[in-house]
């Protein structure tokens, strides 16, 4: 076997961290698998030599031997005084043990690699590839309105991934990357549209499964994207689950004497018969006219009766109060 530059095979530097060797060798892997180079014969060779270039680079010690020698397997010359020197390196992977043959899954590729790596050294972030996503939260501001329909609201979000140009690496053969200038991520903005159905309320979670933040590593599940539902301030009603509430004024007498008032519901106006003598406070249920609540059937309505006392009387009014406080005697 000639010599062969595993470095140059894995186009990385001599320098090359642990990290950059990894990321080196997923980059080349999918370029030179056979299964995406069927036109070249010798594409499963060059396959092979690249799973040979990061069995040893990958490996401190084989590293440490193969940079002491500038080759394996050839012919070298061991430094004076050197004996009975070993090299184990094994069977290079060969393309057969990864199945490319029955239709082919990176994923299970790379999982396949990892298993079989030694884990020491230089694997720290292996872990961390598999990791899922985190869940990315968004708040969808309703009015009161448009929970009684079915809404469809347009949101925008950012997603951050880890740059593909690079492999998160943020430089690619010692250039910085021009996809993400060297960050390694890149933020894309992306629209949803949310159908918001009836019945669902301030607080609820619309889970869009997969649509969160991408896995760390690239290779685990992505997270999801959950949308809060948040309900406008109403400047007639104030929610409380399911249930309106909503403040009606009524002067004194009104209150004392009782009868027909109107109420604005959702829905259009109302006539409640308010009871006589009805105190400042109290609060009356209108059924089935609060919000749409889930699997059918409303909420009720909650009339708070806000008695109020006539300022600015007439003449006349304040003669008719007068008799009203000497009755009381
Ligand atoms: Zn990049």
Redesign the pocket.
Known sequence: MPNKDYYDILGIERGADDKEIHSAYRRRARELHPDRNKHDPKAEDKFKELGEAYRILSDPQKRRQYDMFGSVGGDYAPPPGWSGARYDFGEPFAPEDFGYSQGFDFDALFDDILSRMPRRGGFRNVRMTYERGSDIEVELPLTVEDLFKSATRQIRIAVTRR?E??EGE?RISGAV?R??SGT?KVTRRKAYKINVPPGLGHGDVIRLAGQGNPSPGGMGAAGDLLVRLKVKPHPRYRVSGRDLEVDIRVPDYQAALGGKVEVEAPTGKLSLNLPAGIASGTKLKVRGQGLPRRGGGYGNLLVNVVVWVPENLTPEQKELYRKLRDTQK
């Open positions: 740059c140009g690079c943020g990357c996809e993400c390694g």
